[in-house]
């Protein structure tokens, strides 16, 4: 085995492993039917039983999802402003395509294009990830290879295992507001992901009710 392929199939279980450790259950809050200004999820997003959705249908759902995402990023950045204004996204089947291709990790095209338009707009992109920090080479080097700047990246240690995920990314919205950056956009394709506030608005990708986790 080349050392490549070495580094990707140990970076592929560590991932496997650091995002399947259980946090704390937490009561699921009611959503509703869309998430503003996102369009409704695509009625295949919200049916799809598990082991059924194939990578061409989700790809369909993730570009009609994040589509008002891009329109939003144009709109909030219009005008010049003193604020500085930062993306908060997800990582495993929201940035990188984890559950269809675990090994590789390659980009999900329309999240990378909003991403690179945020950026070259004057916002920082940020990533909050379940993943634990202590394999942030690894997730970086995924990202940068998938096309994404990296302007931070927060992951869970060891505390932030007793905590549930949504308290945590939670908590890391707000230190990043703390650190003087707006918010305008949280991405994420779990309700984890994006509840709890501290942001302007929220997309959310789908996830066929848990089977892309």
């Known amino acids: 085995m080349s050392i490549k392929a070495k580094f990707v199939t140990t970076a592929a279980l560590t991932v496997a492993i650091s995002t399947g450790l259980a946090a704390p259950a937490i009561a699921a809050p009611a959503h509703p039917a869309a998430v503003a200004p996102a369009a409704a999820a695509p009625a295949s997003a919200g049916t799809a039983s598990a082991g059924t959705v194939t990578e061409a249908q989700w790809l369909t759902d993730v570009s009609t999802a994040i589509a008002p995402a891009r329109a939003y990023v144009e709109q909030r950045t219009a005008q010049p402003t003193d604020q500085h204004l930062a993306i908060v996204f997800d990582i495993d089947n929201t940035t990188l395509a984890t559950h269809f291709h675990p090994f590789t990790m390659p980009g999900i095209a329309p999240v990378v294009q909003l991403a690179q338009y945020a950026h070259s707009r004057g916002v920082a992109i ?39 995920v949504q308290q945590f990314k939670t908590n890391e919205r707000i230190k990043v507001e703390n650190e003087g950056y707006t918010i305008i956009a949280n991405v994420g394709n779990n309700w984890t992901d994006i509840d709890g506030g501290h942001a302007e608005q929220t997309f959310k990708l789908p996830d066929y009710n848990g089977l892309l986790s």
């Open 126 to 164: 940020i990533f909050v990830t379940a993943r634990l920090d202590f394999i942030d080479p690894v997730t970086r080097h995924s990202l940068s290879e998938a096309g994404y700047t990296v302007d931070e990246l927060r992951g869970r240690d060891l505390g932030d295992l007793f905590e549930p």
